[in-house]
């Protein structure tokens, strides 16, 4: 399990004027062993940061970052190389990430070899087996990414994760770019690599349809805040915060994981300047002169769920 908690804030510094902001804050969130963890919010909610920190690729200013109940901060340099291992992240734009000069055997067997986990003599026969898994041909082991379609570089991306043996996978907007019908190829391919090598997914979306599809539990971000956190059912089914019920209620539910959410009325203000209170107050409408001037706690509601609005206030 890796956990993120505390008062956590990122810094990004522009080239000339340097502006601090404080990307998310008191996110605390744990993801157990086995586990598949959705976080939803709009682009500039603080869920990529949240992704970037639990990967270690960004470093937490503030708070903690645990894997296996251990500091982050605080691991020898062995201990840190299987946490770096542990956590293996897939992105949003395959191709990016995919060096267009090596070919898919050197990609995807690279880190293994470097690593120790096997010879670069058995490089071949096992990323083979790892392109056999993910649904690609061995055949196409000496290729370029160029020569492989969208999807198929997804595929190429997971391979390459998986080629570590890793026990945590962050997929960061990881199908968003892809057709829906390749979506629901790749978020199957999902599903059936977490039954086959028992893994844990933190997964990243703007899209509710594509988290409900796979996630156990769901952590709803605003503005750089956890709002809600629910089992994906009692979320979807019976949605506590505002903010999840805007986006849940508004759009007629269809076919079962089909479902095409639209984006709720009104702008998401700029993390550089959030509302006072509740950030969500000025397109709440149940927002009230308390929402305005101070900030609901995130409380559990109920065993397993969280919120935070002053609706749930007893008092
Ligand atoms: Fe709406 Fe107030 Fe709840 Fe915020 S605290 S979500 S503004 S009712
Ligand atoms: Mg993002």
Known sequence: PVSL??????????KNRPVHVHAVQDVDITVESGEVVGIVGESGCGKSTVARMLAGISTPSGGSLRWRGKDVAEMTAKEHRAFDLGVQMIFQDPFASLNPRMRIGDIIGEA?????????REQRDYV??????VGLSGAYIDRFPHQFSGGQRQRIGIARALAVNPDLIICD??????????????LNLFMDLRDELDLTYLF???????VEHISDRVVIMYLGRV????????????????????????????EAGKRDYAPIAGE?????????????????PWATERCRTERPALREIAPGRLSACHLNDPA
């Open 5 to 14: 908690g505390g008062r956590i804030a990122n810094l990004f510094g522009g």
């Open 128 to 133: 083979v087996s790892l392109m056999e898994k």
């Open 173 to 186: 907007e990881s199908v968003a770019a892809l057709d829906v019908s390749i979506q629901a190829q790749v």
């Open 268 to 284: 998401l203000p700029s993390p550089l300047d959030p509302p006072s209170g509740c950030a969500f107050n000025p397109r709440c």
């Open 112 to 120: 293994a070899v470097k690593h120790g986990r096997i010879t670069r």
């Open 204 to 210: 990243i979306s703007h899209n509710l349809g594509v």
């Open 227 to 254: 709002v809600e956190v629910a089992p994906t059912d009692a979320l979807y089914g019976d949605p506590n915060h505002p903010y999840t019920r805007l986006l849940i209620e508004q759009v007629p539910s269809l």
